[in-house]
């Protein structure tokens, strides 16, 4: 059966543009044919880089006389979406009393230290009340960097949010407490894996056959944090054992992948049509980094690409959002983070009217009303000339076809990269959520979300 096939004329667009409408197509249609036409010098490296990351095979690059003529062969793949991943794991019920932290009125990163100090000591859950709007990004980030599990979490309607956390030191108590299984290697295990239906430990029987000592069927299994859960049941009873493993697609298989490569365990075969196959020999003892709570230490990262705008500096805004779109094209999940003079570009001509109730001081009015909003109003950090400069500057990329500012921002909403504005900053600069323009991608966090996803990701930069 012939492949799908389209043509993409990107002829009179420069970097990132070309690229960009590359990625989109291919969204558009996978596991096809791309031939792509540019005219762009940076056409042949950037093609190279984007089919090595992205997984398609680059057929053929010639170099014509209006420029250059590629034929592009798409992996037949499901795209992952680049939002960040919030799912919330499911934990077996404690019966230790819990323990209140009341962080309500306190604003970033306040609440985050008040319940590190309270885990530190913590012999039970923790249930935190917070209002700070970052709150709930934040105990993300800190409870998959920490080892800590969350347990429920909800907001009401008046914004205040109760979570319960079981610290990692009292998971950990709880499963030295429970039993263990035996050493060796049967022919027949019990496998203690839990039970995202009922939050509960329930036994699954895995039984060997000649190629391997455990045999699991995940391809039921859609959901990424429940195949990690029951993945790290399995780190913890088949130890030294052999394992052959079928998951539902390519995702999840690269799932299993990555979760391997950090556990420690060594791949034998890997079948890449659906379902996916693979076989493992487990590691004969988890590392020390695995040893905490269920799924979060194994759980995918925040962030392939974490990028912090402090300044609005328009060379350093252009600088940012080409890495953020070139970064997503490749199929990273990005996020940009944005604190003090960085906000300046998420402001808005059209502020939401519903949201405008919130006061600041005269102080801080005076602040906005300095400030250039929006990416259109942004000023260079160099050769500015009292505003001259970056007219000229807009004037000489529109005369290069270079994508101006704006369009890049609207560009990394399309690929779904994710915006973060700082709240901490917000609160100091007297910039509102009725200020900020009014992004899909866009949502509010703070120092311990920005660290915990920079200290996954694999590239991390400061604009």
């Known amino acids: 059966m012939s492949l799908l096939q389209q043509t993409l004329d990107c002829r009179g667009l420069q970097c990132p543009e070309p690229i960009l409408q590359l990625a989109k197509a291919a969204r558009q249609l996978p596991g096809g044919k791309l031939l792509v036409h540019a005219d762009d010098a940076a056409f042949p490296l950037d093609l190279r880089s984007w089919c090595k990351s992205s997984g398609a095979e680059l057929v053929r690059l010639d170099e014509t006389s209006s420029g250059f003529s590629a034929e592009v062969r798409l992996a037949h793949r499901a795209v992952p979406s680049r939002a960040p991943n919030f799912a919330t794991s499911t934990a077996k019920p404690v019966t ?14 306040e609440p985050i230290m008040d319940l590190a100090r309270a885990a530190r000591t913590a012999r039970g859950p923790l249930r935190i009340l917070a209002t700070d709007p970052a709150f709930v990004l934040d105990l993300r980030a800190w409870c998959k960097t920490s080892g800590a599990i969350i347990s429920s979490i909800e907001t009401s309607e008046d914004g205040q949010v109760t979570a319960v956390v079981i610290p990692k030191s009292v998971e950990a108590a709880r499963k030295q407490a429970g039993a263990t299984p035996s050493s060796g290697a049967p022919s027949t295990l ?15 029987l895995v039984r060997a056959t000649p190629d391997a000592d455990l045999q699991l069927d995940f391809s039921s299994i859609r959901d990424k944090a429940q195949l ?50 693979l076989m493992l020999t487990l590691a004969a003892a988890a590392p020390a980094a695995q040893t905490g709570a269920l799924a979060l230490a194994t759980e995918e990262a925040e962030a392939d690409c974490a990028l912090l705008v402090l300044h609005n500096d328009l060379e350093a805004l252009l600088a940012a959002m080409l890495i953020a779109n070139g970064a997503a094209a490749q199929g990273l999940k990005v996020v940009v983070f944005f604190t003090f003079w960085g906000l300046n570009l998420l402001r808005g001509d059209n502020p939401a009217a519903a949201l405008q109730s919130e006061k600041v001081s005269f102080i801080q009015r005076v602040f906005k009303w300095f400030m250039p909003k929006g990416p259109r109003r942004q000023q260079l950090g160099q050769l500015n000339f009292g505003g001259a400069g970056p007219i000229l500057l807009k004037g000489l990329m529109r005369k290069q076809n270079l994508t101006d500012l704006p369009r890049l921002v609207q560009q990394a909403e399309e690929q779904g990269v994710q915006f973060v504005a ?16 009014p992004y899909s991608n866009l949502a509010f966090g703070g120092v311990s979300y920005f660290v915990g996803a920079a200290r996954g990701a694999k590239m991390s930069l400061v604009f």
């Open 96 to 109: 230790e009393p819990e323990q209140l932290v009341d962080c309500r009125g306190k604003q970033c990163p």
């Open 190 to 204: 019990s496998v203690v894996t839990l039970d995202s239906t009922k939050g509960a430990a329930s036994p699954q």
């Open 228 to 277: 990690l859960t029951r993945l790290s049941a399995l780190s913890l009873s088949g130890a030294g054992l052999t394992a052959s493993l079928k998951v539902a697609d390519q995702e999840l298989g690269q799932t299993v992948l990555r979760w391997s490569a950090e556990s420690g365990h060594s791949l034998t075969s890997f079948t890449g049509t659906q379902p996916v196959e």
């Open 422 to 437: 700082c709240t901490m900053s917000m609160s100091v600069m007297g910039i509102t959520k009725g200020d900020l323009a």
